[in-house]
């Protein structure tokens, strides 16, 4: 059974009825680990050993969030920079997540379409994620696709409930190693293989 690490950010949680949701669905499922970066680090005081633990004893990395200016919210970009660390998690003997799998769970406000080279966004989600996808190759890891819900502020409840509902069963796809490769590679989105 593979260990699963959620590293969860929003500066704004109170507000959103998605991640309020898919944190309820999270809690539902045994044996993750679910870590709030703002609630944890309200003064972006990282405790660097900390996470790093966190890390190593972790298989598969979820970052969930909301898409926030094409990125991340600014905690995740401090954490990071910070935990890691050069001949940790690369360099010529930074082999510490060497064959982990690392993968962004997030909402955003716009429609799918809006995330095509002809739509309003101009770029893919998986072209805004390159720099990420980059970090994690640079650490030996491997990218997974996103698991992404489009749309959030337009969402009806029953929505937001089969979303909550797909992401657990992916996440307990991911614990059980239940997803192949092959379809991992072929898939744009997480969302479409449940």
């Avoid at 870590?35 to 972006?44: A, H, I, N, Q, V």
């Avoid at 966190?54 to 910070?82: C, G, M, R, V």
């Avoid at 502020?153 to 996440?171: C, F, P, T, V, W």
Wanted: proline share 4%; with cysteine; net charge neutral.
């Amino acid at each position: 059974m593979a260990k699963v690490s959620i590293i969860f950010a929003h500066p704004a949680l109170e507000k959103s009825r998605i991640h309020s949701r898919l944190i309820k669905q999270v809690k539902q499922i045994k044996g993750l680990s679910f870590r709030d970066l703002y609630e944890d680090y309200p003064d972006f005081d990282i405790n660097i050993q900390r996470e790093q633990q966190a890390l190593l004893n972790n298989d598969i990395i979820i970052f969930q969030h909301p898409l926030y200016w094409y990125s991340t919210p600014a905690i995740i970009k401090e954490w990071l920079d910070l935990v890691l660390q050069h001949q940790w998690a690369y360099g010529s003997k930074g082999i510490a997540l060497k064959g982990k799998k690392w993968m962004h769970v997030l909402s955003s406000g716009g429609l799918k379409e809006a995330y095509l080279p002809t739509g309003l966004n101009r770029f893919t989600i998986m072209e805004l994620l390159a720099p990420f996808q980059q970090t994690a190759s640079l650490c030996n890891m491997q990218f997974l696709p996103p698991f992404v819900i489009h749309g959030t502020h337009r969402l009806k409840s029953d929505e937001i409930e089969n979303a909550a509902m797909q992401y657990g069963k992916m996440l307990l796809a991911l614990q059980n190693d239940e997803i192949a490769g092959a379809d991992m590679e072929k898939a744009t989105y997480m969302n479409d293989l449940f």
